[in-house]
């Protein structure tokens, strides 16, 4: 799937800590996908860089620094009126906080029995999430 230019592009983080991932709530007041919980990230600016735009966000949203993403995405989602890139990431600098409180109302680090029981942005998140964690179970 590619990324077209009439459509909104926006790139996400899912930011992994061992057993667990870090998800935001958005704000009741947001027009779009309010008050659910979603992986931190937005909207690539004109003549920026996915990579760049994605480690530009998460400075902005959770006040985190991470190396901009080399490689492809681990997903691209196509929605309605918008094109998600989703890297998975594993290091950064910093300790997340809420630093865009008009975006989202709180941050929460989740484990995968937790990940059930919230409303989330999109249906197929559930699965991938579950996958990341499996794979990182695997792994150790």
């Not at 990324?3 to 870090?22: C, F, H, Q, W, Y």
């Not at 080399?70 to 300790?95: H, K, N, Q, Y």
């Not at 197929?124 to 794979?135: G, N, P, R, T």
Request: aromatic share 8%; charged share 25%; glycine share 8%.
């Amino acid at each position: 799937m590619s990324i077209s230019a009439e459509r909104a592009p926006i790139v996400t983080a899912l930011l992994r800590d061992g057993n667990r991932i870090l998800l935001c709530h958005r704000s009741p007041r947001r027009r779009w996908y309010p008050d659910v919980w979603d992986m931190p990230g937005g909207h690539v600016e004109p003549g920026e860089l996915p990579g760049a735009a994605l480690a530009r966000e998460l400075r902005e949203e959770l006040g985190i620094d991470i190396a901009a993403p080399a490689g492809p995405p681990m997903r691209e989602f196509r929605g309605d009126t918008f094109d998600m890139r989703i890297w998975l990431i594993e290091a950064w600098v910093g300790s997340p906080a809420n630093t865009a409180p008009d975006e989202h109302d709180a941050i929460a680090w989740f484990t995968e029995d937790a990940l059930g029981e919230l409303r989330l942005a999109h249906h197929s998140y559930l699965e991938m999430f579950s996958k990341v964690l499996a794979a990182n179970r695997a792994a150790q």
